[in-house]
């Protein structure tokens, strides 16, 4: 569904939310593989010591709920390097809600994050890869995404506007030449899922997320998931009709 990546020598990769967890792992691994990477996140002094030594790797702080300042990153990458050839949104949080103490404060900080922040880089990089005529856009939604679950009451409905976002995307850009990605992880041991108190069946590493993204960058996928045996569960589980899902999450989750 999108070109197949056989070389990376030279590919242009700016990593959005790349100071920890997956996207760390991501531009890691890009660069072994001979690609130039742009780290990008708030922690500027974190992004400074993960590209120090790196000639390969630039970094270009920013905060995706301030369209300005990505912009200005976007401006300044296109400046030192002449554009890009893949971005990827990797950027969110999680906060454990649920209907019996809905923040709507936590709700809307959210929401900032998860989408609004999304739509920031969608400003400033389509206009982007429109005029280049070439590249993609990876967008990282999540398994929780695919449908309602107990403590995501407000992080499953951004992640699930992501899916539908990056269908759309596709629809509009495949015909003129731009990819794009759908990446939904399931359990990943990072920063955002160390405080969780509940089983995380199939948790797998950041590195492990990392191959998986790439890997299926290189095949030309558009729907990128996994661990396997988790998100293909998940998936077999939205089929079912309402009763049947309803009681299947509560038996999983005892929750």
């Known amino acids: 569904m999108n070109p197949k990546v056989d070389d990376w020598h030279g590919k242009r990769v700016w990593l959005i939310g790349a100071s920890t967890g997956i996207g760390e792992a991501c531009g890691h691994l890009l660069i072994e593989l001979g690609a130039r990477v742009i780290f990008s996140a708030r922690n500027g002094a974190k992004l400074a010591a993960t590209v120090e030594g790196k000639p390969r790797a630039m970094a270009a702080p920013l905060d995706v709920t301030d369209r300005a300042s990505v912009g200005r990153a976007c401006d300044h990458i296109v400046a030192e390097w002449g554009g890009v050839d893949l971005v990827l949104v990797v950027a969110g949080g999680y906060n454990e809600m649920r209907a019996d ?149 509560h038996k999983v989750t005892g929750l």
């Not at 409905?157 to 731009?178: F, Q, R, S, V, W």
């Not at 993204?213 to 996928?221: A, C, L, M, S, T």
């Open 101 to 249: 103490a809905f923040d709507l404060a936590a709700a809307n900080s959210m929401i900032d994050l998860n989408l609004r922040g999304v739509f920031n880089c969608l400003d400033v990089v389509l206009p982007l890869l429109l005029a280049q005529g070439t590249g993609a856009i990876g967008i990282v939604a999540s398994v929780a995404g695919y449908g309602g679950l107990p403590k995501a009451l407000v992080y499953g409905p951004t992640k699930a506007a992501l899916i539908n976002l990056t269908e759309a995307l596709y629809l509009d850009l495949h015909p003129k030449g731009i990819g794009v990605y759908q990446i939904n992880p399931g359990f990943v041991d990072t920063p955002l899922t160390a405080h969780n108190d509940f089983k995380m069946p199939a948790l797998i590493t950041a590195g492990e997320a990392a191959g998986e993204i790439v890997d299926g960058i290189e095949r030309g996928h558009f729907h990128i998931h996994f661990p396997k045996r988790l998100s293909n569960s998940m998936r077999l589980a939205r089929l079912l009709p309402y009763r049947m899902y309803f009681w299947l999450v």
